[in-house]
């Protein structure tokens, strides 16, 4: 899938589009927010360089698996909110929606109502059996969003060491699927 075929989807609020070179500012500046970066990778903020490669390596992400992160825009404006959408990386345990918002786009409801479309396009889309959301153990707001979305609380694992809840979320047609014993 080229990048040119990374989809745009519109929400009543928001675009998500294909992350390019014209939110790399905004986003190289989430990364190196301590607040925004406390959740995801190793809660560690991200240079400018760590945050080029971590651009690159989400567009490749639709390279490699036809799907990935889009740039969350305010519809209105065009103004970069963060990001959100779907990553099966190596080493991953089933494919991960997950989301980062700039500081003051938080508690908006950006995150429900991008996950609301993301999870469409998993089921519509790519025809997926199940999607989960990875969240650190302690970050409230992303298990409030996961549960809003119909997330359910299916295990707590230790995910590159640190305690995590899953939640899963499985398409509106089909019957939940219990997860293993």
């Given at each position: 899938?080229?990048m040119?075929?990374?989809?745009?989807i519109?929400?009543?609020?928001?675009r998500?589009?294909?992350l390019?070179e014209?939110?790399f500012d905004?986003y190289a500046?989430?990364?190196?927010?301590?607040?925004?970066t406390?959740w995801i990778g190793?809660?560690?903020?991200?240079?400018?360089?760590?945050?080029w490669?971590?651009?690159?390596?989400?567009l490749g992400?639709?390279?490699?698996?036809g799907c990935g992160?889009w740039a969350?825009?305010?519809?209105e404006?065009?103004?970069f909110l963060?990001?959100a959408?779907?990553?099966?990386?190596?080493?991953w345990?089933?494919?991960?929606?997950?989301?980062?918002?700039k500081p003051?786009?938080?508690?908006?409801?950006y995150?429900?109502?991008?996950?609301?479309?993301?999870?469409d396009f998993?089921?519509?889309t790519?025809?997926?059996?199940?999607?989960?959301s990875?969240?650190?153990?302690?970050?409230?707001a992303?298990?409030?969003?996961?549960?809003?979305?119909?997330?359910?609380?299916?295990?707590?694992?230790d995910?590159?060491?640190s305690?995590?809840?899953?939640?899963?979320?499985?398409?509106?047609f089909?019957?939940?699927?219990r997860a293993w014993?």
């Amino acid at each position: 899938m080229a990048m040119s075929n990374i989809p745009t989807i519109e929400t009543a609020r928001l675009r998500l589009t294909a992350l390019t070179e014209r939110h790399f500012d905004d986003y190289a500046a989430m990364l190196a927010d301590p607040e925004s970066t406390r959740w995801i990778g190793d809660g560690q903020p991200l240079d400018r360089t760590n945050a080029w490669r971590s651009l690159a390596m989400l567009l490749g992400h639709w390279q490699l698996r036809g799907c990935g992160m889009w740039a969350l825009e305010l519809k209105e404006t065009g103004e970069f909110l963060g990001r959100a959408g779907l990553m099966y990386p190596e080493g991953w345990p089933d494919l991960e929606m997950g989301w980062m918002l700039k500081p003051e786009h938080r508690h908006h409801g950006y995150a429900t109502e991008a996950g609301a479309a993301i999870l469409d396009f998993a089921w519509n889309t790519l025809h997926a059996r199940r999607v989960i959301s990875l969240v650190r153990i302690g970050n409230e707001a992303s298990d409030r969003v996961a549960e809003r979305l119909g997330g359910e609380h299916i295990e707590d694992m230790d995910f590159y060491g640190s305690n995590t809840h899953v939640f899963a979320y499985y398409p509106p047609f089909r019957e939940p699927r219990r997860a293993w014993a």
